[in-house]
Structure formats: structure tokens, C-alpha cells
């Protein structure tokens, strides 16, 4: 079946100017996961939705890093007024959930957004 | 916060070796450790998984050992072929309830497989 899909791949944009990247997960998947991969600092966390809500947002940056979901399916992370250190490739992970259980551990990644702040 | 240490950070071996690439986590309540293959421009793929409750996973010719009062463990790659050239990264996770399982991740090791 389809994978976790996320868009676009390629971002460029400059310093200061808003962008969205969309990740669609599997479906039937209601937890889902965003992390962040730069060169220096590996993979690391973002946020994490289960359904439309996000109990754990303690990776996020700063606040000019936000993220919503809608439907229990697609999410958009935005950051606003990019910088330089923002640059990076943004991936999506989304794994299924276990009624009454939450979130099972076991998680399937997309292939990325590689943005790029000029 | 869990924090995991991988090594090496590059390994260079002959087609058909074995490859071994060893993580360290220091948050005991870590109950789920993964490991994911990434290839030049593409997202993590998981390549096999361990629950806390068991030593030894293998999976053909890949296997996984975790050590859990060392807090360690291991991928094995036995018979290394060209394709397993790749970016190998090891995780870990606990079940955190209805705050999920958030991966924390080694910072990966390039393998290199010679033909």
C-alpha cells in the first residue's frame, strides 16, 4: 500500500519568508510524527499528533514553529520568518494506534522535505 | 532525557564480511529500540526492531542483540553485499501513553561496502 508521502521535496526560500510543508500518512495511521535532520544534529524530535490534537510539542524550537492536523490525517508544519538554521530535511513519520493502547511504537518515515533558506 | 550514543560513525568492510554497529542509551524506562537504513535522498526505512523483553532478534542475514543492564545494542550484518551501503541509524522509545513514543536517535554510521 502507499507509504507516508510529504511535499514538496525541495523548498528554497529566503531568510524571513513563511513556509508550509505537508506530510500525508499512511492511511489509517492516527499518530504521527514530525522530526527535523541537519547536518551536526542528527535526527530530533518535533512534535507528535495523535488524531487532530498534539500531547507532546516539546521539540519544537521556537515559536516561530507550529503545526496543525485536520481530519486525523494530512498535517502541515509551518515556520514562519525563516532562517538560515532552519535549513534542513523535515520528515514525517506516522505509525498505527492500538484502541485503548495509544500510539504502537513501531514507526514509517517519508522520504523528506529538504528545505533550504538562502 | 534519553540520550543515544552510536559507533562507529563510519565503517568500511569487504563484500561479504560482517558489519556490527553498537548503541548505547542511558534512559532505562527505553523499551523499543529500532533500526533504520537511509539511502542518499530518501526518508529512514526500518530494517528490523527490538521490544525490551527480548535479547536477540534476526531477521536473514540481519540480526540485533540488546543488552538491557548494559543498556546496549547491537546490528549484526552478516554476508555484506554493495546494496547494504547505506547510512544505519539505532533508536530508542518508551511508551509514554497518550504522549506517544518519540524516537530519540544515534547520530548514524556510514557503511561501506567494498566490491
Known amino acids: 500500500g502507499a507509504g507516508v508521502s510529504q511535499s514538496p521535496s525541495n523548498k528554497v526560500t529566503e531568510k524571513g519568508k513563511d513556509v508550509e510543508l505537508r506530510c500525508d500518512p499512511i492511511?489509517?495511521?492516527?499518530?504521527l510524527y514530525w522530526y527535523r535532520q541537519s547536518l551536526g544534529q542528527g535526527l530530533e524530535f518535533l512534535i507528535y499528533f495523535q488524531g487532530n490534537s498534539a500531547p507532546d510539542k516539546s521539540g519544537l524550537p521556537s515559536d516561530r514553529f507550529s503545526a496543525e492536523r485536520t481530519g486525523g490525517s494530512v498535517s502541515t508544519l509551518t515556520i514562519q520568518r525563516t532562517q538560515q538554521e532552519d535549513s534542513a530535511v523535515y520528515l514525517c513519520?506516522?505509525?498505527?494506534?492500538?484502541?485503548?493502547?495509544?500510539?504502537?511504537?513501531?514507526?514509517?518515515f517519508g522520504p523528506g522535505t529538504r528545505l533550504t533558506v538562502l | 532525557g534519553e540520550n543515544v550514543e552510536q559507533h562507529p560513525s563510519t565503517l568500511s568492510v569487504q563484500e561479504g564480511d560482517s558489519a556490527v554497529i553498537k548503541c548505547t542509551y542511558s534512559d532505562s524506562a527505553s523499551n523499543y529500540f529500532p533500526w533504520y537504513k537511509q539511502e542518499l535522498g530518501k526518508g529512514p526505512q526500518l530494517i528490523i526492531d527490538i521490544r525490551s523483553n527480548v535479547g536477540e532478534k534476526k531477521d536473514q542475514r540481519i540480526a540485533v542483540t540488546l543488552n538491557k543492564t548494559a543498556k546496549h545494542f547491537s546490528l549484526h550484518i552478516t554476508e555484506t553485499q554493495p546494496e547494504d551501503s547505506a547510512v544505519y541509524f539505532c533508536?530508542?522509545?518508551?511508551?509514554?501513553?497518550?504522549?506517544?513514543?518519540?524516537?530519540?536517535f544515534g547520530a548514524g554510521t556510514i557503511l561501506r561496502v567494498k566490491s
Open positions: 492511511s489509517g495511521h492516527t499518530a
Open positions: 533508536a530508542a522509545s518508551w511508551s509514554a501513553g497518550r504522549y506517544g513514543n518519540k524516537l530519540v
Open positions: 513519520a506516522s505509525s498505527p494506534t492500538i484502541r485503548g493502547q495509544g500510539a504502537t511504537d513501531t514507526q514509517y
